[in-house]
């Protein structure tokens, strides 16, 4: 079954559009201009988790090249486990700092505190 996409922000679902980028290929929503990766993880990254939520992302990392007056806001997965902390703070209206990785993009070693969560989820 074919996935249907559709903006985070308004829920757009045809007038969308693919762009290749640095990072992958990136969908932008004519509706509202948003903007979000197109391959955004089914489950995270870290603890395989399927509790992904998408959440903005301030634009503080984006805003090289020519189409600085028609960003709107850049939309990154969260994992509801690994990147709790974070959703609770977007849940706030603050969006994500730039400079954040989502552990359900990129695997989070437990080096920073989080190790309870990771030993009780990683299999033996
Ligand atoms: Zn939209
Ligand atoms: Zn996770």
């Known amino acids: 079954m074919p996935r249907q996409m559709t903006c985070p922000s308004c829920g757009e679902a045809e007038n969308l559009e693919g762009r290749r980028g640095d990072a992958g290929i990136v969908v932008t929503c004519e509706s509202c201009h948003a903007q979000w990766p197109r391959d955004i993880p089914y489950t995270c990254a870290t603890c395989g988790g399927g509790d992904i939520h998408t959440r903005p992302r301030a ?61 009780l989820i990683l299999p033996r």
């Open 59 to 119: 634009l503080t990392q984006y805003s090289r090249g020519t189409q600085l007056s028609i960003v709107g806001l850049h939309w990154v997965p969260l994992c509801a486990v690994c990147d709790a902390d974070m959703l609770a703070r977007a849940n706030q209206q603050k969006p994500v700092p730039g400079q954040y990785e989502p552990a359900a993009v990129r695997e989070r070693r437990g080096d920073d505190g989080d190790d309870a969560t990771n030993t």
